[in-house]
Structures are given as C-alpha cells and as structure tokens.
C-alpha cells in the first residue's frame, strides 16, 4: 500500500492521486485536515508494529510499502481537550503535547524507513546556511554573503562587492496577526545602506549576481527536471521571480542542464539526504550556474507544466513501482 | 508553429494567445531554430530584412530571447506528449421529466472512470426540488466540476436557482434558458460559480458543432491532445434523456442504454474509440488549415455527411483565402443542412 502525507487542497498532489487511482494502485492519503485520532505502538524485543487511524480507517506502517512525504505534518488528537478539558490551557498540557511531539517524531521516524519513499518529514526544514555550506562543498558556485548585525562590516561587504541583495535567513513567509507576510529578495544599494542604523538584526546580505536567466530544477532520486525562467524582461520579477503581477508571465521552458552540473547537483542532494527538493539556480551574465537555495517541498507543477514534463506522473509511477517490488 | 496552406499560426501555449505569421516570416523561424542570427543571415536562405523583422516580432511579443550561438542546445524542443489520467474525462447527460435512469450509479459509474467534469442539460421545466433529487447523487463524488442548463420553470425565482447552486458547490455554472430576459444572476465578485438567465430556447443537439475563433482553445492540454486524438470527442461519453449512450448527443450512433449496459462496457468498446482517433490531420481541408491545433472540431455536423473525413459543417473558414464567411449563408452547404434538418431561422 501506498501512504501519502500532504497537505489539504494541493492541486500538484491531487493530480499525483489521479494517476494512482487510473492504474488502480491503493493508497491512503492523510492531510492536515485529517486527525490522527488513534496511535498504537507495540514493541517487543523481537518485533515492533506501529498503526496510526483516522476516522475508521486504519495503517500498519509495516504493511506501507511506499511513502511519499509531500509537505505539512501529521496532526494528532489531543484527547485531553475533551476528557479533561480543566487543564487544556495549563502548562501540564504543553507537557503532553512535547510528549506527543516525541511520538510524532518517532512515527515520522518509521515513515523514513520505507524502503520507497520520496521526501521526509525529516528534512522539512534544511537550513539554509548548511545548504550553502553543501553547495560548495560539492563545487557548486555560490553567490558570496555575510550575515551581519552593523552598518560598518555591511558597508565594507558593499565596497567589496556592489549591490547586494537580501532575504529571510530561514523562512520568506511569516504570520503577523492572522495576516501573512511574504518576504521576497531586494536588492541593496549605497543609498539604503545610508539608511541603516549602526545595529540591526542580523540579517543576509548575498553578492547581487546579475542573471540571463533563472533556473528551477526539480529533483527526484537522482532525476533533474529543469526549467529556464526568463525573469529579466520583466521589471517586476527582475530580482525575485515570484514576484509578478496578475496577467503578466514570465516565459518558461524546458531546459538541459550540463551533465556536469546535473552531478553536482545529485551529490549535493546526496548530502543533504534528500531524494528530491526543488532547487534555484541563476545562469549568470558571465555564463556561469550559480546555486541559491533548494526547496524540499517546493511546487513542482509550477515545473511540470508550462514543460509538459507529466512529473504527476513519475513521482506516481515510482510510488506504484515500489509497492509492486516491495509486496 | 502551425504552418496552414497560405499562412501559419505561432501559438503560444503558455500565454494562450496565438500570432498569424506569412510564410516568409514562418521560414525564417524555421530556419532560425538551428542557426544563429548571424549564421541565418549567411545563409542566404531568407533575406537580411525578413530576419530583422522576425526578430523584431519575436522579442516584442516576448516570443523569444536573444541568447548567444552556445545556448541553443540548452534549450530542447517541449515535449507534445498528451496524457490524463483517466479513461473518461467528460461526460454530458440529457434529462427530461421521463429520464428514470439510475442517477447513484452513473455518477458512481463516472467517478470510478475518472470523470471530473460534468455537463447535465435539462430540458424541461423540472422544479428545483426535482432538480436537487438528481444532483443529490452528485454529491459526495470526486466530480470537479458540473455545468447545468435547466429550462425556466415560472414558479422558481431568481433566488431559488442561486440557493440550488449555492446548495451543490461542484456547480459551476448554471444557465436557466427560456427565460423571460438574459441577464446575470450573479455579481462579478461573487463566490465561484456563475447563475444566469437565457431569453434563448437553446436546441443542443442542433445546436452544437459551430467553429468559431471564439471558441479555440490554445493550451498546451489541447494543442497536444489534438496531434493525436480528436479534441471533441476524445475520452468523451454522453447519455441521452431516454438513457442512450453516444460519442457525443449529436452524433446518431447508439451504443447501447445505461439500463442495459455499464459506461464502463462503452468506454472500452473498440468500436465507441474508434472516433477519438480521427485527427485534424486525416480531415479534408482541415488538414491544410493554421487553426487545426486549436480548433474544437465536430463530427456530428460535416460538410458531406456521408464523408466521415469531411470538414466540419458549421465552420465558415477557408484556409485558401483566409476569409471567414458566415458558414450558414455558404449555398455549397446548403444540401448537408438539409439532411441535419438544420432549417434557416
């Protein structure tokens, strides 16, 4: 059987699950709208078995031989609210909930031990810093940065090496009074460095390298789907892509990444442990690949797409392959 | 690029617009697509001002960007492989008051096909609560989306059909013709789904199968569905207000009833796919046209209805002249709408 962990209304996904119900392959898919409200695990010292159940409908983990985690998390009834709802709001219940943490982890743990599985709870949130610290490991080009909390050692970065741009350390998105906040890249010139106080939080700032084109791969177990976006032409998107009006598109097509770029790619995600991830690349003015950043969950219908790629299609079929090696 | 017998069409299929392109222009493309800007030029093959002017035309239009001679193995040519994962994408159903056929396992029937999309087109005036006792069934299935005609039934108000839509949240459309007035029912900002009265008595069997530039689809779905399949009827299946099942409501040959066969048994015959497979390509005349890949065809309606590789009856299009003419007022089409009974309004 095939599990999937997802999130609620996410189209790439929905069309993944269309396949597998067209070949007729059994999955069961559990998204954050789904509340796991049984747990059970039993351990002995020669055998463990671990079934978690929603509703009515129940998954011996040791009877899943595909897992495809796409992105959100497991979400667990906390029974107390009901049976003992004088202490919902104290600090007993936050011990619970660290309690029941633990067995989430130790449930995702299981998840990743499947022997097909494409993405990992696991590896949600790889920092940022370390995929840099990856890249360049494995020979990747990467754009030079500082993390700095001063005006002084900014402006001496700048006098090094011109514009600069900025962006979230570790998350682009936050929640501010139920409002969401994105944060996109800017791009930092003399005058707003003027601007600056002496202390600040500590922020990014990253080489501004100029690009000809963006590039978007999406990665699956040692696959590169790569795509060219031609933001350039459009002021709106020139520094952050993602950043376009309504009515206006940037162009997108299918792309062949140099062999050898593709290797350090696959090794780089060797590293980091992840089997698939999107991944940003800037083609820069001087010919060269430069890498920003990988997304372990990021949209790759976005991808698959405007590339007539049928992506939905493989990560479907590497689902239904594995159930039929694995049973 | 779609070349046509006098000129092509370039579409582009990531911003669905399309661009009439002249020949000249068209081969200068061609020759372009493996040669660099100033390895054309040495060519000779197309003149200095024709590559100037398609470059023009390609940078304006955001068509094209100019990278240097090392780049054009980077970028392949897209792949136009068409794929869906299901067996039956849509499915239009026809109901008057005597339709008793088994609603529950039609839809259950679809579902397990994989249809989500849905046509159903009432042609008596049923009563709204007649009405949520067939889409009651609806409910509950992995259907995307339902588009619904029902004629206008005088005891139902405006507020009435907008609570029947409102009730059901697969609707996305519904249309009440034979209405006193057309107008709106909805406002521009409403919720997702669109409620509108028709003055028009529509006759949909009849009525369908006119080409028009209004209706061409220039996306990817379509433009690669239609280099090996026929875009109309491909993965298709309809049933009619007496529970007969068809290719398409219009087109006359039966392949049994939802009372005595599955849609499943249909949708697998040999016989009901034989038609998915008539492509533009092997259709006279349209075979020579630009606006083969974007077209919506129909075999119901042809030019010569005894000819099944004839040109839609209802397309007013000349791929010689490049003229459109008003396909109903052609005196060279006048005998085939005699034989669809297609009398002149």
């Known amino acids: 059987m095939i599990l999937i962990v997802g999130q609620n209304g996410d189209s790439s996904t929905h069309e993944v699950l269309r396949y597998l119900m067209y070949w007729n392959a059994p999955f069961i898919k559990i998204s954050d709208l789904d509340t796991i409200d049984n747990v059970s695990i039993q351990c002995t010292n020669r055998q463990h078995e671990v079934t978690i159940s929603?509703?009515?409908m129940k998954v011996n983990l040791s009877k899943v031989s595909a897992y495809w985690y796409r992105r959100g998390n497991l979400v667990f009834q906390y029974k107390m609210n009901a049976t003992h709802p004088e202490i919902a709001e104290s600090e007993i219940h936050d011990f619970v909930k660290k309690e029941y943490s633990t067995i989430a982890n130790y449930i995702h743990y299981c998840l990743e031990q499947i022997g097909t599985r494409i993405g990992a709870f696991s590896k949600n949130n790889i920092n940022k810093l370390i995929q840099l610290q990856y890249a360049k490991e494995v020979k990747l080009l990467i754009p030079r940065f500082i993390i700095s909390n001063n005006r002084k050692e900014v402006q001496r970065f700048y006098n090094d090496v011109g514009t600069l741009a900025t962006k979230g350390i570790g998350n682009n998105f936050?929640?501010?009074?139920?409002?969401?906040?994105w944060m996109f890249t800017s791009l930092i010139q003399q005058k707003d460095i003027d601007r600056f106080s002496e202390k600040f939080a500590y922020t990014l700032f990253q080489q501004y390298v100029e690009k000809e084109y963006e590039i978007r791969v999406f990665y699956l177990h040692g696959k590169c789907y790569s795509m060219a976006i031609f933001s350039q032409q459009n002021p709106d998107s020139m520094i952050d892509y993602r950043r376009m009006r309504a009515g206006r598109s940037n162009r997108t097509v299918p792309y062949n990444l140099p062999k050898v770029v593709e290797n350090k790619i696959i090794r780089f995600m060797k590293k980091c442990e992840m089997n698939t991830g999107s991944i940003d690349l800037i083609f820069t003015s001087k010919g060269e690949y430069c890498f920003l950043e990988v997304n372990p969950n990021g949209q790759f219908g976005m991808v698959s797409k405007p590339c007539n790629y049928f992506i939905e299609r493989d990560i479907a079929n590497y689902l239904k392959e594995g159930v039929m090696k694995n049973e | 690029m779609v070349k046509g017998v006098k000129r092509s069409l370039l579409c582009d299929l990531q911003n669905e617009i399309s661009y009439y392109v002249p020949s000249d222009i068209s081969h200068a493309i061609d020759v372009l697509q493996a040669h660099s800007i100033a390895e054309t030029k040495e060519l000779n093959l197309v003149s200095a001002k024709i590559i100037d002017s398609t470059i023009e035309f390609i940078v304006t239009n955001n068509l094209g960007h100019l990278l240097s001679r090392q780049s054009i193995?980077?970028?392949?040519?897209i792949n136009l492989e068409w794929d869906y994962p299901a067996e039956i994408t849509n499915c239009i159903i026809d109901i008057n008051r005597n339709s008793d056929f088994d609603f529950s396992k039609i839809f259950l029937e679809l579902e397990s096909l994989g249809c989500q999309d849905l046509q159903?087109?009432?042609?008596?005036?049923?009563?709204?609560?007649?009405i949520e006792n067939i889409l009651?069934?609806?409910?509950?299935?992995m259907l995307k989306s339902i588009q619904l005609y029902v004629a206008n039934n005088s005891s139902e108000s405006d507020e009435g059909y907008i609570g029947l839509v409102a009730k059901f949240p697969r609707i996305t459309n519904l249309f009440v013709f034979n209405s006193l007035l057309s107008k709106v029912l909805t406002p521009d900002t409403a919720p997702a789904y669109t409620v509108a009265r028709i003055a028009d008595r529509i006759d949909f069997k009849r009525g369908c199968g006119i080409v028009h530039p209004d209706w061409f689809v220039t996306t990817m779905e379509h433009f690669t569905e239609s280099l090996k399949f026929n875009t109309c009827l491909n993965r298709k299946i309809s049933?009619?207000?007496n529970g007969v099942i068809r290719n398409c409501p219009s087109l006359g040959t039966s392949f049994g009833n939802v009372k005595s066969v599955t849609l499943t048994e249909v949708a697998r015959m040999r016989e009901f796919r034989k038609i998915w497979k008539v492509t533009k390509?092997?259709?006279?005349?349209?075979q020579l046209c630009e606006f083969r890949h974007i077209c919506t065809d129909c075999r119901a309606f042809l030019e010569e209805p005894q000819n099944v590789r004839s040109k839609p009856l209802k397309c007013g299009y000349d791929p010689y002249t490049n003229q459109w003419s008003e396909w109903s007022k052609n005196p060279l089409k006048l005998k085939a709408m005699d034989f669809y009974e297609l009398g002149l309004a």
Do not use: M, V, W
Request: proline fraction near 2%; glycine fraction near 4%.
């Open chain 1, 54 to 56: 929603k509703d009515s």
């Open chain 1, 174 to 181: 936050t929640n501010l009074s139920g409002q969401s906040y």
């Open chain 2, 73 to 77: 193995n980077k970028f392949p040519d």
């Open chain 2, 120 to 130: 159903l087109r009432i042609e008596d005036s049923l009563f709204i609560h007649e």
């Open chain 2, 136 to 141: 009651k069934y609806a409910d509950g299935r």
């Open chain 2, 239 to 241: 049933i009619d207000e």
């Open chain 2, 281 to 286: 390509s092997e259709i006279e005349i349209c």
